[in-house]
């Protein structure tokens, strides 16, 4: 199989997602990857895989690479003979945050007719902002904790009680988030927010609080991953997280019985299907008083989250397989030639 891997974007996750699309070199042994780099200036880049390296992106260098044209079919590479092609079975979108998970690589890529693998414009959407990604889960029948929505320019009061964890709206990676404990730290905690987006969403902090992670997608039956418990301090923050999308090797499963562990994969399999048909995602779920809660959806998880599989590469052909199709319409223009007939006989 061929891959093309589309990485970077106009997005504060921009970095993650060069060091995820790094990881997938590492991870895929026999299937041949082509890279595809968006710049800050939304321009599209061939990447050679032996430069796939971080300082070959920090310093600029990859503008000296093949700028690619998109069109309808294929990413192209336009020459002084016409354009080639750049070939592949399928795209995968490791995009994180705006432009990859905002529904723009979706829209586009449906619109040049480029199968791949991501979730499709209204997952990207509902999972994207995490107001809708509430009201998803509540139309599911699937428990959030409650939360409370500030606007910028919205008086900054709070309607819960300490400790608090704010979030911006739009945005994943911890970038942003703070725990907050007491009035005075709150207005900072705001400010920090507001720098990333415009809407924050502020939750309960639960100190301790039993977390766990599942990923997986559907081709033609469930592939679902381990269930992951993550060790982690009061949260992860940016810098951790950073570090942590670069793993390419197995953990281990969580140590919890049989009936947890279902009840966690048919939540997930509950938000998956149909809505993130065509993508490789992970819920990431807190466990209070033996009820399952939804906290995010990470419909581009860091390196994809291979490392909660046992057979990821296997698992990615299969899903470029068995992709969701786009029903074509027939445009035959009856309507007009209707009209025209009609005023002929006028």
């Not at 990604?133 to 819960?160: D, F, I």
């Not at 992670?213 to 060790?231: D, F, K």
């Not at 009061?234 to 140590?255: G, I, N, T």
């Not at 007009?336 to 007939?341: A, K, P, V």
Request: proline share 4%; glycine share 6%.
């Amino acid at each position: 199989m061929k891959l093309a891997v589309l990485f970077g974007g106009s997005s504060f996750e921009h970095e993650i997602s060069i060091v995820s699309a790094i990881t997938m070199k590492k991870v895929f042994k026999k299937t041949e990857l082509s890279f595809i780099f968006i710049d800050a200036e939304r321009q599209f880049y061939l990447i050679e895989p032996e430069k796939m390296k971080s300082n070959f992106f920090s310093s600029g260098e990859y503008k000296k690479s093949k700028k690619l044209v998109l069109k309808s079919g294929a990413f192209n590479i336009e020459g002084f003979f016409g354009s080639k092609e750049v070939v592949f079975d399928a795209l995968l979108n490791l995009i994180h945050g705006r432009d990859g998970e905002d529904g723009k690589i979706a829209s586009m890529m449906e619109f040049y007719k480029i199968p791949f693998i991501s979730p499709r414009l209204e997952a990207s959407v509902l999972s994207y902002n995490k107001l809708y990604t509430k009201c998803l889960a509540e139309n599911l029948g699937v428990k959030t904790l409650p939360y409370q929505h500030l606007s910028k320019n919205n008086e900054r009061k709070l309607t819960m009680d300490y400790p608090v964890i704010v979030k911006p709206v739009r945005l994943g990676s911890s970038i942003g988030v703070t725990i907050v404990k007491n009035d005075e730290e709150l207005d900072y905690a705001l400010d920090v927010a507001f720098e990333f987006d415009s809407d924050v969403i502020v939750e309960p902090f639960i100190n301790g609080v039993k977390e766990y992670n599942q990923a997986g997608t559907y081709t033609r039956e469930w592939e679902l991953s381990i269930v992951e418990e993550p060790h982690k301090e009061e949260f992860l923050d940016f810098e951790k997280k950073y570090m942590d999308f670069s793993r390419d090797s197995q953990v281990l499963a969580a140590d919890i019985n049989e009936a947890l562990e279902a009840k966690i994969q048919e939540t997930f399999k509950k938000i998956y299907d149909p809505l993130f048909n065509g993508a490789i995602i992970r819920c990431d779920f807190f466990v209070i008083e033996g009820e399952v809660y939804l906290n995010e959806i990470n419909p581009i998880p860091g390196s994809m989250a291979n490392y909660l599989f046992s057979d990821f590469e296997g698992m990615v052909e299969r899903v470029a397989k068995n992709l969701p199709q786009e029903p074509k319409i027939q445009i035959n223009y009856d309507y007009i030639h209707s009209i025209q007939s009609a005023k002929g006989k006028a």
